[in-house]
């Protein structure tokens, strides 16, 4: 359920582009509808992840200014940035500290080899950089209305795909543990 809330603004954000082919109206909606996401997740939780406050930010600062210069091409920026802060973080973590991202979100779950954690950890970062890079490459080289389709499912599909990637390899590494 918590993946579909997350979701909910880009799917406001879809919908609302599909139903006026606008992407100046379509990201004045996203805009209040990311604050009332964070809001309710902070009334609800008392906490609001990183990523929720990084989205935010990028969707008021990036909307705001596609809003008021009435220009699309900055809305279109901000899955590249989110995914390149995403892709420096967790290269970073890499070098700080003892475990990388991945491992210090998935470490009590599972017990793997460091170099497993190390490769995962790599993976993402490529993960991020590819899903960045085909961002800029679809928002500026097809029409806005192809950019809009594949923000909301080219990107999670490509996420999904990475998804079960990592579980198919996740699971050869576990089979061998036993």
């Known amino acids: 359920m918590k993946i579909l809330f997350d979701f909910l ?8 582009y599909k139903m006026t082919g606008n992407i100046i109206i379509a990201t004045a909606i996203l ?7 964070v809001g309710f997740t902070w009334f609800k939780n008392r906490t609001i992840e990183k990523m ?17 210069l009435g220009d699309g091409d900055f809305i279109k920026w901000k899955p590249t940035i989110v995914n390149g802060l995403f892709a420096i973080a967790f290269l970073g973590s890499q070098f700080i500290g ?23 950890n790599l993976a993402w970062v490529g993960f991020f950089i590819v899903s960045g890079v085909t961002n800029l490459y679809v928002a500026f080289s097809y029409s806005e209305e ?4 594949f923000k909301l499912f080219g990107l999670l599909g490509m996420t999904i795909v990475f998804i079960i990637l990592q579980g198919i390899y996740l699971s050869s590494h576990l089979q061998n543990k036993e």
């Open 98 to 120: 003892d475990k990388n991202i991945i491992q210090r979100m998935m470490g009590d779950k599972l017990d793997l080899p460091f170099k497993v954690w190390r490769t995962l």
């Open 52 to 68: 929720h406050l990084v989205s935010l930010a990028l969707v008021v600062l990036l909307g705001g200014a596609t809003v008021l």
């Open 9 to 16: 603004p880009i799917v406001i954000f879809f919908v609302v």
């Open 31 to 37: 805009i209040p509808a990311t604050i009332i996401q």
């Open 146 to 149: 192809i950019w809009v389709d």
